[in-house]
């Protein structure tokens, strides 16, 4: 036995010095699936609370409909993207299996189940609320059986001037094989048998045809009507005279049906030469890709059911029976048509801060101050203006700008050429692999290299997904950086549809560590140390797992200790294990997350001091924004990512602080603390995995109406100062429900 263990068991024993309690391993904890929500199936529960604004009945009917065409759209790009990826991993015998452990199959069969439900839904709203409600305003969709005799004859006129020209019926037999049917694309599925013919084998004796509904020709015909509007949809109009397409045939059964297929782009970076020419090709080949859903009238009969299927090699659980139209976004046309003021919201007129409308240029005002502005309360002009000032303005040697998705007829892009026409360095990184903007990117990239811009396409491997704008000027003897950051696209058409921040300034290091991104992204260059910027795929989900960390060790130390974070989505495992060691630590941990949710509060023992909200309105929740901290002490930061696996590893992304103390307290005191308190639009995510709406106390707050109104006040205010004063509004680190004092 050792001196050192005979000294030990002879000697009295004494009370350990005390030790500052350490906060436990998070990276060792919380490692049971059972604390993960899957994300398919949160995603599933985001778009089932979009489809509840559907029968907010308090909504212009218009708008009720206008969501309903944002649920039956996301459904494409969900079963587009996720299933079809799902499926993937089956095809090719590779399990990625998340931190829930759901295995590929299993997400599959509860996509099903939850995606068939959610169908079922949509079409009872569509049928009971949607009709009943166009109906009242004037508004009819025409079946056949209800139509007059005047209507008829339009239709027939219509479908005999401008449809049949445009149809082609094709025959499925052993000469004719089944057509490649883009993704999407409308088409009807006809059995027809010829007159005085022997039957056929299979489909009871008949043949079969498939007619696809043209996309180029208007899917709601309009038609005469007495009162009102009166419409049919294109391929109820086809149906009805399909046995002008078979003649010596008579048209046993008809079924409208609609294939979704695998949209992802496949790409190999590291061995293309041509990375813009390589993605033109992918797109040529993406409507070739595996089927992925069938769409189907619900009254198609059960062996047209299973010949398709079979065609489309699905299966039973990839069938959709439809009691309604197919594709329901289409019927946005009637909000287009009709511009009644009554059938949709007032509309919006965003503010703009007097600091802004008053001067003479933007870098006028950025040189004093920092600009925050948050959209759509504040108008996106005065980024666009900031661009096409720089364009004009002799003093500015260069112009860089990442580009991932912007508008039709971007002025954005236009004051670009413009800049370049004028001689300036003009540098805009193109994200051409945007999922589903690919062809408008590539479009745009080289209309921008035809007007002399520099166009590159950023990193291989890495999505450019950070919004950041640099333009650099000549000032007297030197040089001065002007920045804008912000947390959505360099769209000014979203910019009215989403909310998204926007952050001003020319605080020299912050222009360093953009001027380094940017070099980063077009040249050779290492990672920087940032000075203030956080970035992925580098340094971002450390930096955030060390600010979560840290108020873990200050409610540790018995200090107090605040977590706020706003963002579309939470899935990235190593953070959320991070949040529920936090919330053991004795961290109030509040999350405003729109979207897909992976974390669950409320859990005994993991998450109790956790709340989730997710609040869905009349503006798409875009905005990233964190809050570290409580009362004076939080630090608020704005970024381009949510908090998933893709935006840390596979993204170049930023985070950047706020700094200006004034515009620290509108974001914690106006946005943050209004959003808490929201009784109208909020619903509360529980331990189960499913959300419950919050109860509408009194007085009822609407966080995104409050917002408008604090917005639109503050742009009476010429000085540049806090809707909410620091001093009078809750402190983050305080009750998450106490009601805040509104100026």
């Known amino acids: 036995m050792s001196e050192m263990a005979v ?263 590291e061995d293309s030469e041509d990375l813009l020419s390589t993605i033109q090709d992918e797109l040529r080949r993406r ?37 309604g139209p197919l594709q329901l976004n289409d019927a946005a046309v009637l909000i287009e048509q009709d511009p009644r003021p009554e059938t949709r919201y007032e509309p919006l007129t965003p503010a703009v801060p007097h600091a802004l409308k008053d001067a003479e240029t933007i870098v006028e005002v950025i040189a004093k101050r920092d600009v925050f502005l948050h959209h759509p309360y504040e108008s996106f002009d005065p980024v666009v203006r900031f661009i096409q000032e720089a364009a004009e303005d002799p003093g500015v040697l260069a112009i860089k700008q990442t580009l991932y998705r ?127 910027l956080a970035v992925a795929p580098f340094t971002l989900q450390n930096r955030v797992c060390e600010l979560i960390d840290r108020e873990a060790a200050r409610a540790l130390a018995g200090e107090p200790a605040r977590i706020v974070a706003k963002m579309n989505a939470l899935v990235d495992p190593v953070v959320i294990r991070r949040l529920y060691a936090a919330s053991q630590a004795g961290v109030d941990i509040d999350l405003l997350v729109r979207g897909i949710c992976c974390l669950r509060p409320g859990v005994p023992g993991v998450s109790e001091r956790i709340r989730v909200t997710s609040i869905v309105g009349r503006f798409l929740e875009h905005s990233r924004v964190f809050a570290f901290g409580a009362g004076d002490r939080a630090e608020v930061y704005l970024s381009s990512a949510d908090w998933m696996p893709r935006n840390f590893i596979r993204r170049i992304e930023a985070m950047f602080p706020v700094e200006a103390p004034e515009l620290r307290a509108r974001l914690l005191n106006e946005i943050l603390a209004i959003q808490l308190q929201d009784n109208v639009k909020a619903h509360r995510l529980t331990a189960d995995g499913s959300y419950v709406r919050v109860p509408t106390t009194d007085p009822p707050v609407r966080s995104q109406i409050v917002l408008l109104e604090a917005a639109r006040r503050a742009a009476q205010i010429r000085v540049v100062e806090p809707v909410i004063r620091h001093a009078a509004a809750p402190e983050i680190g305080g009750d998450p429900m106490r009601a805040a004092a509104i100026a």
């Open 287 to 323: 409507d070739r890709g595996a089927a992925v859903r069938l769409e189907i009238d619900s009254g198609a009969p059960a062996d047209l059911v299973k010949t398709l299927t079979s065609y489309l090699k699905l299966g039973a659980q990839d069938v959709y029976p439809i009691p």
């Open 406 to 532: 912007t508008s039709g007829d971007s002025p954005i892009v236009r004051a670009l050429y413009r800049a370049a026409e004028n001689g300036k360095q003009v540098t805009v990184l193109v994200e051409i692999k945007a999922r589903f903007d690919e062809a408008n990117n590539i479009n745009w990239a080289r209309r921008l290299e035809e007007n002399g811009v520099h166009v590159v396409f950023g990193l291989i491997g890495l999505k450019t997904h950070c919004k950041a704008a640099l333009v650099v000027r000549r000032e007297g003897a030197g040089i001065r950086r002007y920045v804008h950051l912000g947390t959505g696209n360099y769209n000014p058409t979203t910019a009215r549809q989403y909310t998204d921040m926007s952050l001003f300034t020319a605080r020299p290091e912050v222009a360093d560590d953009v001027t380094a991104l940017f070099n980063l992204l077009t040249g050779y260059a290492e990672a920087p140390v940032w000075k203030k």
């Open 7 to 269: 000294e030990s068991m002879s000697s009295p024993p004494t009370e350990p010095p005390a030790a500052t309690p350490a906060a436990p391993d998070p990276s060792k904890l919380f490692e049971n699936c059972e604390l993960f929500i899957n994300r398919e199936l949160s995603w599933l529960r985001f778009n089932q609370r979009v489809l509840g604004e559907v029968h907010d009945s308090t909504l212009p009917v218009y708008e009720r409909l206008k969501f309903l065409t944002i649920v039956t759209s996301n459904l494409d790009e969900f079963f587009m993207v996720r299933v079809a990826g799902l499926k993937q991993q089956l095809a090719l015998g590779v399990v990625e299996t998340p931190a829930d452990d759901m295995l590929p199959a299993e997400q599959l069969s509860a996509i099903s189940a939850e995606g068939h439900a959610m169908v079922g839904e949509v079409y009872r709203a569509w049928q009971d609320e949607i009709l009943a409600g166009l109906s009242a305003i004037g508004v009819q969709i025409v079946q056949p059986d209800a139509m007059t005799a005047e209507q008829r004859a339009a239709g027939r006129a219509h479908y005999s001037s401008v449809v049949f020209p445009a149809l082609t019926p094709l025959a499925v037999d052993p000469g004719h094989p089944f057509p490649h049917l883009r993704s999407k694309s409308l088409n009807i599925a006809v059995t027809v048998r010829k007159q005085g013919g022997r039957r056929r084998a299979g489909l009871n004796g008949a043949a079969l045809a498939v007619v696809q509904v043209p996309s180029v020709l208007g899917r709601l015909v309009p038609l005469p009507s007495a009162t009102g509007r009166s419409y049919v949809f294109l391929e109820t109009l086809i149906a009805m005279h399909l046995a002008d397409l078979f003649p010596g045939y008579t048209v046993s059964k008809t079924a409208v049906f609609r294939v979704t297929r695998n949209w992802d782009l496949l790409l190999d970076e």
